[in-house]
């Protein structure tokens, strides 16, 4: 807070009138302990203080970002900025800034947990499968955001996250889980390990078996990559100005078991209430009861696309990756995990996937691999593990109608391709899902 503080007020005596000006500080304490072959290796804090300076002057933008520690002062930054923008080109895509009337204040004083406290945790996620060797990490971190701009907007907002993710393998097979929460209490790490463990000790020696069309139950990992890739290049606004969305709104594009919502304000949410222009970000009902409602805007599509701005532009990315949901939960249902696998005739319990790639946009067709724990169920019972397969699978109609058989009465915070904190789901029980291949292809 120091930092900006005084980094704000010097920078002010410099900003010129009459143009639009916008200074932004995301400072953070990440700390992070590691292991491998079942011991702790390395223990690292980081803290970070990076400045962003956008100026709007003469219908041209630039923005300039550095560390706060490679700045000579402000002064000098506002002037490099100033003496680049009249040669930047013009920014027909302009939106503006948001008004004082968005300011919100969210900013508290956080002191960063202790490398004992992580090595505690580590400790309880190894000590269940002694015989077997475990890697992964425990990280906490503490993150602030500051944002001021000329329209009068001064904005702040402070979270708080702990991660553990780890993975037992043996010769023949791995299992892996994860964990996330606001705070370290809140991270069940013994439960993580014995998760973990078993899931590496059933699949030992797993077994090939013939791609086709299975049903999958699918663990809370894997759902959310699903989910991920369907928010970041289908529910983004800008996905839908560059053509390349499958998303229509109001329409019954999934299975009526499924709401999906993005809520920063649900207590113990992991995600900023205010997004990268500092306002407070809307809670919306992305799909509800199935039907597609709302996408994610930014300034500049909420502008292009004559809608309401639904503040979700990304920290660090500027408008390059247009609007992201940080704080997406999936509802849950009613079923548990042996009650899917239950009702399963002839399918694959997936754990989570991997390399996952976008080969269609505009119907989501994605390839990608299983891992760290497959197994084959027959007539509702777990038989066999089965080793790596490739998917070929369009995630609109994976979670389409008529396709969701069941939902998950738990849900978590999961890990993603794009980055853990970002979803909260349960399990999912989906009635076919599209296996092309092995490994190679």
């Known amino acids: 807070m120091k930092d900006w503080n005084n980094f704000l007020e010097e920078a002010k005596k410099y900003i010129p009138k009459g143009i639009e000006c916008e200074v932004k500080m995301i400072s953070a304490v990440n700390s992070l302990t590691r292991f491998a072959n079942s011991h702790i290796h390395q223990n690292v804090e980081e803290e970070v203080a990076d400045v962003y300076l956008t100026i709007h002057k003469d219908d041209k933008t630039i923005t300039l970002n550095s560390n706060i520690s490679s700045i000579d002062s ?10 680049g923008v009249d040669s930047s080109p013009d920014d027909q895509g302009w939106a503006g800034m948001p008004e004082s009337k968005h ?16 090595a505690d945790k580590v400790k309880n996620f190894i000590e269940v499968g002694k015989d077997f060797n475990a890697a992964g ?36 097979s791995s299992g892996s889980s994860h964990r996330g929460a ?49 928010g970041v290049y289908g529910f983004n606004a800008k ?8 998303i229509q709104l109001d329409s019954q594009q999934f299975d009526e078991k499924l709401t999906l919502i993005d809520d920063p304000y649900r207590d113990k949410s ?26 994610f805007h930014t300034r500049r599509t909420a502008k292009e696309l ?57 119907t989501q067709v994605v390839t990608g691999l299983n891992r760290n724990g497959s197994f084959l169920i027959e007539n509702g019972k777990i038989t066999k593990p089965v080793g790596r397969l490739r998917f070929t699978q369009s995630f609109i109609s994976s979670l389409g109608v008529g396709n969701v058989a069941s939902v998950g009465s738990e849900s978590r915070f999961a890990d ?8 909260n789901v349960p399990m999912l029980h989906l009635k076919e899902f599209n296996f092309t291949g092995g490994v190679s292809g």
């Open 74 to 83: 402000p002064k000098s930054f506002i002037e490099k900025a100033l003496a």
């Open 103 to 118: 300011s919100f204040n969210g900013y508290k004083e956080v002191e960063p947990r202790k490398p004992q406290e992580r």
């Open 137 to 172: 990490y425990c990280s906490t971190s503490v993150d602030h955001y500051f944002v001021w701009n000329t329209n009068g907007l001064q904005s702040s907002d402070s979270t708080t996250s702990a991660f553990i993710d780890g993975i037992f393998r043996t010769d023949t």
């Open 182 to 230: 606001t705070s370290l209490e809140d991270i069940d790490s013994e439960t993580a390990g014995l998760e973990a463990f078993k899931l590496s000790k059933d699949s030992q020696n797993p077994e090939d078996i013939d791609p086709g069309k299975y049903e999958v139950v699918l663990g809370p990992e894997a759902v959310s990559t699903i989910l991920v890739f369907l």
């Open 239 to 246: 996905s839908k100005i560059e053509g390349t969305s499958p």
């Open 270 to 295: 992991l995600g900023f209430k205010i997004d990268a222009s500092g306002a407070p970000k809307k809670t919306l009902e992305i799909v509800k009861d199935g039907v597609s409602k709302s996408l």
């Open 306 to 362: 004559k809608e309401e701005n639904t503040f979700h532009e990304l920290f660090g990315w500027g408008d390059s990756f247009g609007g992201i949901g940080t704080n997406l939960y999936l509802n849950p249902g009613g079923s548990t995990k042996e009650e899917m696998i239950s009702d399963v005739k002839r399918g694959i319990y997936i754990n989570e996937f991997w390399y996952c790639r976008v080969l269609d946009p505009i």
């Open 416 to 423: 993603s391709e794009f980055g853990e904190g970002l979803l």
